[in-house]
């Protein structure tokens, strides 16, 4: 398999570098005026600046890596808050409504009682209403009283 050709130069110099490491590294630096002038590097200070750039690299990443997972979870954490505060919008009307409805029955018995003072009926007294989650007698006490 043939390396790509984009990673020659990366090749290249990486190969100068290990053929003449002991000799260090030469960099010629052009002035404003024009004059040149050679800045000779020691191996240690290559390394340490290599070493150097590639800790920035890695650093780097990990940064915008975690800024973008900050971004992603701050999104989330909003459309979250969202949710919540609608479910919490949809709870209290369902309280309202359970609020009306047990008023509206509490009514409808009182109605109920009047219609049967009125009509000469007995009233259900101490007898839940089966089905309309008035609780009460259950169990044994419940069947004898279905018995009657």
């Known amino acids: 398999m043939r390396p790509h050709r984009a990673f020659a130069p ?12 002991r000799a260090g590294l030469t960099i010629f630096a052009f002035t404003g005026t024009g004059a040149m002038r050679r800045i000779r590097l020691a191996p240690a200070a290559v390394l340490v600046t290599l070493l ?19 971004g992603l979870d701050l999104a ?6 969202q949710e919540n505060i609608e479910l919490a919008a949809r709870l209290a009307a369902q309280a309202e409504q359970l609020s009306r409805l047990t008023h509206e029955m509490g009514r409808l018995r009182e109605l109920e009682t009047m219609i049967r003072t009125i009509s000469g009926m007995e009233t259900e007294g101490e007898r839940p209403l089966i089905g309309t989650g008035d609780g009460g ?11 009657e």
């Open 76 to 81: 989330r954490t909003i459309r979250l808050e």
């Open 10 to 21: 990366i090749r290249s110099a990486c190969r100068y570098l290990a053929e003449n490491w």
């Open 52 to 70: 150097l750039l590639a800790g920035t690299g890695l650093l780097s990443g990990g940064l915008i890596l975690h800024a973008a997972r900050y």
């Open 137 to 147: 007698i259950q169990g044994r006490a419940l069947r004898e009283l279905l018995r």
